[in-house]
């Protein structure tokens, strides 16, 4: 299972108006000498309407996107101050017209500030992004665009919409009242403050943690790296040398850290490896993050109390499946109870292994390297072994085979539409017909500009109202390989490749007359649901055998399939109680009712660590220091929960394929793709898992899964 994965947290905090949707045909920008000689105004002529990113240079953004804001704001403007009486069609429909150029400019943007946020971009970011931030509550905050939508929502059930109308209707309204245009004058001013300061701090945050994670980069020697499969050494060999530097370069991303501290057999370097890579943001120096969190949590507390809530926990879940935040703690607690216990054993059993080494206890750095080291012994494969047959082009291929075998679809290379950045591929979508549903842009590989994990994201949202079809990406930290070399996945690495394209199938194949609703643009806690089903396909036997081949193109040995399918549930104490602690942290620091000056993020964590029964041994996936699914635009703050409460729905859901008789069953897969993936947010979400699953799930299918059930023999049946 994956956890790194997220969907890219709208630039904009209130992603309303401004959502990251573009019209094919090009929208009437301002007619002046700047569209002839910037790429990012005028029409642009790339197949589908991609963006020319080969003609695109950092200095065309930020005049770019002040164009975009004044055409954004001439229109709404005039959709304000219409004297005519509100309708559903000159208010609601015209702000969906209305925001197409800014959405256009801003897409493009921030696609780049994640992927490659070099210092030329970062320093527009900076100014950008406050820019957005005021322009953003000038909007929701505008009266008399409130007024106007006031009045239509009082007459909802007299307009005669059809559903997905009033779905639009009921979003827009209620982000207007959780912006703030229902307050006083002087709360809505202080409102706009927060927002555009937390803006800011956002930005701040992320550039820290990117400098800081290159600082905390390291170089070691060969004794260091003993125990690396040879591949590993030569990448990390050529990373140092692109550097100027002699060693082998270990960077504090996941993609390396993790493989390190299960394969290095040298303690001191472990230890050395996972201190530099669990203190980024939290060393005390120009970097620390410390002082932004602590601002960040006062200020969106301050907000909450403002609108009328006790916290941010109740601001946040008001607008999802959990609508609590006793509802996601319930189920938090639940699941990290379950993996408490196994973890416990779990942890009794590498002690009997470490003991043989002379140790008595289990540090952080030990747990993955004694795991591993059990894993081999009861299922004789270690994980070097398995990366043979996971190169990505194989993986790639069986992603693809995956998706035409469950919808039909066709994935193509298009290396006539410039990606982004060096490295970056581009793909053409199609139905089995041939038709043209989008593009997908992939981007595999880290790079020292990128900031850490994997999300995707839109660079135009499909629109009925045009006809416009989807853009969408993929970003992942893969490890590049040493030139002439195949790059090789762990199984965890693979598990992420298929999460990320299941949320970009949810935004390939929407289906929805308003971009505002399409595709990703659901609740947090349902949006991870498409993604961490279409996991389930990584260890299909028939995937496996097909595509799983090593460097001589030999197919994985079924004995080495076959423990590799027997060993899916080992060591999920440990992960379960990683990520739920995570989770937690979050939830709790968002329901603090008071954020003093002096707040020390590192020691409220440790307290609730404590306090929830947490080993230091395992301690959190993500700390807060450098939380970015919190603290980085905050879509995610109290809302990290969510991949466990989507866990639930797609566990639940990966049943009905069995049930049917098998993965492959395409009117299972034709339901999912009606019910769920096309339908966006223009319904809400528990209607949509009722209609594809007939009922709610339970956390049953989730325990099962993860091998903590309490039953044995229903853990010993689950088919992931």
């Known amino acids: 299972m994956s956890l790194r994965a997220s969907v890219a947290a709208p630039a904009l905090a209130l992603a309303l108006v401004l959502t990251p949707d573009v019209a094919l045909a090009e929208p009437a920008t301002t007619a002046t000498a700047a569209a002839a000689s910037n790429p990012l ?33 001439k229109g709404l403007d005039a959709i304000a101050n219409s004297r005519a009486r509100p309708t559903f069609a000159n208010t609601i429909e015209a702000m969906e017209r209305a925001s197409r150029p800014l959405s256009r400019v801003t897409a493009v943007f921030f696609t780049v500030t994640g992927a490659d946020g070099t210092p030329e971009i ?9 820019m957005l931030a005021r322009f953003t509550s000038e909007t929701y905050l505008d009266q008399r665009l409130w007024q106007r939508v006031k009045t239509l929502h009082d007459q909802r059930k007299r307009l005669r919409l059809t559903p997905e109308q009033a779905r639009l209707l009921e979003v827009t309204h209620r982000n207007f009242i959780r912006a703030g245009a229902a307050l006083r004058a002087d709360e809505r001013r202080r409102i706009a403050q927060i927002d555009e300061r937390l803006s800011a701090l956002g930005v701040e945050f992320a550039q820290k943690l990117v400098a800081d994670q290159k600082a905390s980069d390291l170089v070691l020697t060969e004794a260091e790296m ?68 602590r601002e960040m949590l006062a200020l969106r507390l301050e907000r909450a109390k403002l609108l009328g809530y ?39 059993d590498l002690l009997k292994l470490a003991a043989a080494d002379g140790l008595n206890r289990i540090e952080p750095w030990d747990w993955r390297f004694y795991a591993e080291k059990l ?23 069986a992603l693809w085979e995956t ?23 581009v793909f053409e979508v199609k139905e089995a017909d041939g038709r043209h549903i989008g593009l997908f842009y992939a981007d595999w590989f880290t790079r020292p500009t990128k900031r850490p994990g994997a999300w995707m994201n ?138 003093p000056a002096d707040f ?48 639930v729905l797609e566990a639940d859901a990966f049943d009905a394929w069995k049930e049917a008789g098998g993965p492959w069953d395409r009117s299972v897969a034709d339901r999912f793709r009606r019910e769920i993936l096309a339908v966006g947010n223009s319904r809400d979400p528990a209607e949509s898992y009722k209609a594809f699953r007939g009922r709610m799930p339970t956390a049953d299918a989730l325990l099962r899964n993860r091998g903590l059930a309490p039953d044995p023999t229903a853990a010993a049946s689950s088919g992931k």
């Open 41 to 73: 105004l005028g029409q642009w002529t790339l197949p589908f309407g991609a963006p020319p990113y080969d003609r695109i240079r950092p200095e065309h953004y930020l005049p770019a996107i002040e164009a975009a804001m004044a055409e954004t704001r």
């Open 122 to 130: 970062q320093a527009i970011e900076k100014q950008v992004q406050p």
């Open 226 to 293: 003993e125990g690396l499969p040879p591949d590993a050494k030569a990448a990390a060999a050529a990373a140092a040398k692109a550097q100027g530097k002699r060693g082998f370069l270990v960077a504090s991303t996941r993609s390396d850290v993790e493989p390190f501290l299960t394969l290095a057999t040298n303690r001191a370097a472990r230890e050395k490896v996972w201190r530099a890579f669990v203190m980024r943001g939290d060393n005390g120096n120009a970097n620390d993050t410390n002082a932004l969190i």
């Open 310 to 348: 006790a916290t941010h926990a109740d601001y946040a879940l008001e607008t999802s499946m959990a609508k609590t935040p006793a509802a996601a703690l319930a189920l938090s607690r639940r699941v990290l109870d379950a993996g408490l216990a196994r973890a416990r054993a779990e942890e009794a």
């Open 375 to 397: 894993r081999a012994q009861r299922f004789a494969f270690d994980e070097g072994e398995l990366k043979q047959y996971l190169p990505l082009e194989g993986m790639v291929q």
């Open 403 to 425: 998706t035409e075998r469950l919808f039909g679809l066709k994935v193509t290379e298009r290396p006539d539409i410039p990606g982004y950045a060096e490295g970056v591929r």
């Open 458 to 595: 839109a660079i135009r949202s499909q629109d009925g109202m045009t006809g416009t079809t989807p853009i969408v990406v993929n970003n992942c930290n893969y490890v590049v390989p040493a030139a002439g070399q195949p790059a090789l996945l762990s199984l965890d690495d693979a598990d992420t490749l298929f999460h990320e394209f299941g949320h970009a199938l949810h935004g390939l194949l929407s289906n929805t007359r308003y971009p505002s609703l399409a595709g990703t643009a659901v609740y947090r806690d349902f949006v991870e649901f498409p993604s961490q089903v279409y996991e389930h396909w990584v260890t299909e036997p028939e995937i496996l055998a097909r595509f799983a081949r090593n460097a001589a193109g030999q197919p994985m040995p079924k004995a080495l399939l076959d423990k590799v399918l027997a060993a899916r549930t080992f060591n999920q104490g440990y992960l379960t109680v990683q990520q739920l602690a995570s989770a937690m942290v979050d939830m709790e620091i968002h329901q603090l009712t008071e954020i």
């Open 600 to 647: 020390d993020p590192r020691a409220f964590e440790a307290q609730v660590l404590q306090k929830l029964g947490v080993p230091e041994s395992i301690g959190m996936r993500h700390r807060l220091a450098h939380f970015t699914h919190l603290f980085q635009g905050g879509g995610y703050a109290a809302g990290y929960y969510a991949y466990t409460w989507a866990e």
